[in-house]
Structures are given as structure tokens and as C-alpha cells.
């Protein structure tokens, strides 16, 4: 296919790396963090599968400087204690207590789907927790019961509401999976910002400038300056736009009350934290805890009108979309999660590409905690 022909391509200066080479040193460095051996099997789980993806802002790029360099500065507790604060019929309420996001939200939607087994419908809400990585990887734990999945998350504050130029939320993804006939289930997994802040990090990686109207400063200014602009995020002075852009005339307003949902969502029904209070910072600028929410809801569609029927109609509906009359130049027409399967496919035979920089990152790592590695792109 043509598409993955120029996929590939842009990554020229990469090293190769196979999904069991980079799960592993994930794994190892995370026990070496402290993280026991169990929970790091989640933790690594969740990011190989971003890499397998092809959703570099959230797999191996986010291991140290958004678990491990937390870890270290005691803003995120490395042993996840998950308290039970509610549990009725189709719904629970969990606390993370400050743990392993990925490690709350895994057991989180483990429970939703239990109880949509049983009563077709479950929804469980996490509170005080922290990242938890891909939102897809959660749904479609989902679909591979057979169910339908739904997650939302807040996030330190990256997005300015319609009209305005202050960061107030986060990044905060609205996530759904369902189950196709298809080789692969539906899947739609993004921000409701025009992009977010792991993205910007790629090209900061790759040292390129941004695409006009993703990022808005205090002054109202489009900016493009990658790096000064990942400062400017941290500190306030600069903030992403809502889906749809600046403005109402392209649809701004639209992902900013989208935004405003997983907000509200993430945060009143658990009685959490959200907005400013995710900022990570005290008065003082002392690092402090991220006490972020999450909800995870999983439907069960043989309480409907069967999960085949269901499958199948989804399934046309896909192909239905990607068959449909073309733009001119255009060769294909995708639907959500299809992008991402035929990266895995791809990636499955050559690797998960790894940048000069984070090849950089795993020597130190592991020089630091002393593992028994090695990789090609040494030699």
C-alpha cells in the first residue's frame, strides 16, 4: 500500500527495534524503579501497544520523563494501593491513591467490563491517579471481550476554552472501541485538542516547527517555535487550541465542549480534582502530585440486539465509509483504528522505530540500573 511505503520513510534516522526487545528493557527498568514485578507487566503492556500502534508521543518516549523522573521527584507513587470507595451493581468508584495510572485504569476497566457481563452495562471511575498511557489500549480490552468500551481522562492543563488564551484543561481524551467483523476493531483514540502535548514532544525530538494554529500564547499569537513553545506550555504562557482551531468559524467551540465533558466527567462523578489543581505544581513551583480522574464504561451489546449484529453492521459501516467516492488525489479513505493495525502489521515484521534521542535515553537507563542489554544501534 502506498500509505505505508511513505510511512515508512519518515523514519530514516531511526534504529529498528523488535516489540519483545523494547517491552523488555520497559519492564526491567520500571521493576528497577521500584514498580513491582506485576504492575510493570501492565505498565510495559500499555506501551509496547502504543508502539505497536505507531502512537510514538505514548510508548517508550513517555518511560522516563513522565513515570520514572516522576518516580524519582516522589510525585507518583511507584506501588499502586487501590482503594475500593463504591462498588453497586454496575458501577464502582476507585482511588489510586497517587499510583501507576495505567495500573488503576487497567483493573478499572477489567471491573467495568465484569459487570457489563452481568448487568450489560458497567461504568467504574478512578480518582488521585496518574497517566495512564493510550486511552485506546483501555477500550479495546474492551472489544476483545466483545463489548463496547468508552474512557476519558483529564490531564494537566494544556487547552484554552473558545475565546480564551489560558491553559484550563487538559489534553483530555473522549476514547471509543467497538467490536467489527473486521480484522480489526473501531477505534477512535484522540485528544480534544487539535493535538497534544506528546505530539508536540515528537517534533521536538525531530528538532522541526510546529503546524500553524496547534499551539496560542497570552498574546493571542499563533506559534511554531517547538521548543519554546514546550516551555511556554509548562509554564502557562502558552496553550493548545480545542479541536476545531481557533475560534468558532472552524469548529473550536465543538472540542472545547467536548474537552469540558471528559473534564466533567473525569472529575464530578468521583468527586476528584480537575483543572487548575492538575497543574503539578504548588504556589512555590514545587513539583507536586497530578491527581488525575479517569471513567471506563463497557457495554455489552448481546443485551441489545446481539454482539454478531452488532459486529456486523459496524463492520459495514466501515467498509461502507472506506469505499465511498474519493477526492481527487486521494487513494484511500480510512476509518478509525485501521491506521493503527496496518502500522502494527507492519511494525510486527520490522520493528518499532527508535530515534537518536530516546536511544539516548535507554543507554542511560540502562546503564543506570546496570541491566544486561545490549542493542544494534550500538555498534
Not at 527495534?17 to 520500571?30: D, N, P, Q, V
Not at 499502586?80 to 495500573?103: E, F, I, Q, R, S
Request: with cysteine; glycine share 10%; net charge negative.
Amino acid at each position: 500500500m502506498k500509505y505505508m511505503d511513505e510511512y515508512a520513510q519518515q523514519y530514516s534516522d531511526c534504529a529498528w527495534l523488535s516489540f519483545e526487545e523494547l517491552e523488555a528493557f520497559m519492564k526491567e527498568a520500571l521493576v528497577h524503579a521500584g514498580i513491582p514485578k506485576e504492575d510493570a507487566e501492565i505498565i510495559s503492556d500499555v506501551l509496547i501497544e502504543s508502539d505497536k500502534r505507531g502512537i510514538d508521543s505514548h510508548g517508550i518516549g513517555r518511560l522516563k520523563p513522565i513515570y520514572i523522573d516522576r518516580i524519582d521527584m516522589g510525585i507518583m507513587n511507584p506501588i499502586t494501593k487501590l482503594d475500593v470507595l463504591k462498588d453497586k451493581a454496575a458501577a464502582a468508584v476507585l482511588d489510586a491513591n497517587n499510583g501507576m495510572g495505567h495500573v488503576a485504569s487497567y483493573k478499572a476497566m477489567k471491573m467495568a467490563i465484569e459487570k457489563a457481563q452481568k448487568y450489560g452495562i458497567g461504568m467504574v471511575t478512578v480518582r488521585n491517579s496518574n497517566h495512564y498511557g493510550i486511552a485506546g489500549y483501555y477500550v479495546t480490552m474492551a472489544t476483545q471481550a466483545g463489548l463496547l468500551g468508552i474512557t476519558g481522562t483529564n490531564a494537566r492543563p494544556s487547552i484554552a476554552p473558545t475565546f480564551g488564551v489560558e491553559n484550563m484543561m487538559g489534553t483530555n481524551p473522549l476514547t471509543f472501541g467497538f467490536p467489527t467483523d473486521e480484522a480489526f476493531p473501531f477505534v477512535l483514540d484522540c485528544a480534544t485538542s487539535v493535538t497534544q502535548r506528546g505530539k508536540i514532544e515528537v517534533y521536538g525530538r525531530a528538532d522541526k516547527e510546529l503546524p500553524s494554529g496547534w499551539v496560542i500564547d497570552h498574546d493571542g499569537r499563533v506559534r511554531t517555535d517547538t521548543q519554546q513553545v514546550l516551555k511556554d506550555l509548562t509554564t502557562g504562557f502558552a496553550a493548545l487550541t480545542p479541536l476545531g482551531g481557533v475560534g468558532e468559524d472552524t469548529g473550536g467551540h465543538k472540542g472545547y465542549g467536548y474537552a469540558a465533558v471528559v473534564e466533567i466527567l473525569s472529575a464530578a462523578l468521583q468527586a476528584g480534582s480537575w483543572m487548575k489543581a492538575l497543574n503539578g505544581f504548588d504556589e512555590n513551583q514545587k513539583a507536586i502530585p497530578y491527581p488525575l480522574g479517569h471513567f471506563f464504561i463497557a457495554i455489552d451489546p448481546e443485551f441489545f440486539m446481539g454482539l454478531d449484529s452488532f459486529k456486523k453492521i459496524a463492520g459495514s459501516i466501515c467498509r461502507e465509509l472506506r469505499t465511498s467516492q474519493k477526492a481527487p488525489g486521494q487513494d484511500y479513505i480510512f476509518t478509525a483504528g485501521e491506521k493503527e493495525y496496518l502500522v502494527h502489521e507492519f511494525r510486527k515484521k520490522h520493528g518499532c522505530p527508535v530515534p537518536p534521542s530516546l536511544q539516548k535515553v535507554m543507554t542511560t537507563l540502562r546503564d543506570r540500573y546496570k541491566l544486561d542489554m545490549s542493542w544494534d544501534f550500538e555498534k
